[in-house]
């Protein structure tokens, strides 16, 4: 299993970029990598997933590297109500493959 | 659609006490999953499934029974309840490969 690490917290004001950074060291080939966004006594839901290079969707975009160790979701111009919990998730639908979520990232956006 | 559907929402169980906590979905996912979340704390996987008669064991399974009867259903079983599963679980559904993760809205669970 792809473990996951990310900073436990970060703090950004309003209308500035947030970059949270996961490291993947031992990630596999067949792995992709997606993130998931967590409000309080809310399940997590999705934000964006990519393999390599840049994905970018309405929302966010997902940095990944050649060599894949790490990734980084970019928030563009946050406001108050992306304050939650974001997580990097590493893993394969194919097969017996549980999906194990790492400990989070808190964002508090300040205004 | 309705989603992943979970019941109860909230449940205060006494040690000892079982109690079955439901998940239900409709987009005909083949994989399910069980997480609990303790206050402040991240997911962890309880059980899993990738398809009807197919259960496996995730980080966190000691204390908990699962079944995968249907497609539809994946029921999470406590069959001697204690104060540390006192905690928020998430069922939560994929369909296919490298899909997206639903979540349900959570069942609250109080052992006293």
């Known amino acids: 299993l792809a473990k996951t690490t990310q900073p436990i917290s970060m703090d950004s004001y309003e209308g500035q970029e947030v970059n949270i950074t996961c490291s993947h060291n031992n990630i596999a080939t067949n792995d992709y990598i997606t993130w998931y966004q967590q409000f309080p006594s809310q399940g997590p839901r999705f934000i964006i997933q990519g393999y390599k290079t840049k994905v970018t969707n309405e929302v966010a975009s997902l940095f990944i590297p050649a060599d894949r160790k790490s990734s980084t979701l970019s928030l563009p111009r946050v406001s108050l109500s992306d304050t939650a919990v974001y997580y990097c998730l590493v893993g394969a639908g194919s097969g017996n493959t549980p999906l194990v979520f790492g400990k989070g990232t808190r964002l508090s956006v300040i205004a | 659609n309705a989603g992943v559907t979970q019941t109860p929402k909230f449940q205060v169980l006494k040690t000892g006490q079982s109690m079955t906590l439901q998940c239900a979905q409709d987009m005909n996912h083949e994989y399910m999953s069980w997480y609990r979340q303790d206050p402040g704390m991240g997911l962890r996987l309880i059980h899993y499934s990738v398809g009807a008669g197919i259960t496996d064991q995730g980080e966190v399974p000691n204390g908990y029974n699962v079944s995968r009867s249907t497609t539809e259903d994946f029921p999470l079983r406590l069959l001697s309840a204690a104060p540390s599963q006192t905690s928020v679980y998430f069922c939560?559904?994929?369909?296919?490969?490298?899909?997206?993760?639903?979540f349900g809205e959570g069942s609250r669970l109080t052992v006293l």
């Open positions: 939560a559904s994929r369909a296919g490969s490298y899909g997206e993760l639903f």
